[in-house]
């Protein structure tokens, strides 16, 4: 079985900085791309930030110039780098992993539970 675990969530006060990890486990042979969603409280899912197989990476323009997505491949965990955060960036954050389980097999979507953000003084 695949598994996705995000982690790194929290309480922090406006300006300040946190990281998210999402790791990847299991039963996952190659992964096309992983992506950042946040939910704020009556909001609609939003992608905050995504990377590709070949390393490209794509930001929402809230948090253009505050976050920073980045991955160690070895270890199968992609990173999200918050900085200056905001009290409009909490919310609950969700890692998505687009991979295969086997070359022949189409590509599938894996969410992980979702970890909290709360900023706020």
């Known amino acids: 079985q695949v598994q996705v675990v995000e982690s790194g969530g929290g309480l922090v006060q406006p300006g300040g900085s946190l990281r998210l990890s999402c790791a990847a486990s299991g039963s996952i042979g190659s992964i096309n791309s992983v992506g950042w969603h946040r939910q704020a409280p009556g909001k609609q899912r939003e992608l905050v930030a995504g990377i590709s197989s070949g390393g490209s990476t794509n930001y929402a323009d809230s948090v253009k110039g505050r976050f920073t997505i980045s991955r160690d491949n070895a270890k199968n965990t992609v990173y999200l780098q918050m900085n200056s955060l905001k009290p409009e960036d909490t919310a609950v954050y969700y890692c998505?992993?687009?991979?295969?389980?086997?070359?022949?097999?189409?590509?599938?979507?894996?969410w992980g539970q979702g970890t909290h953000v709360t900023v706020s003084s």
């Open positions: 998505l992993v687009v991979g295969r389980r086997s070359p022949m097999a189409g590509a599938q979507r894996y």
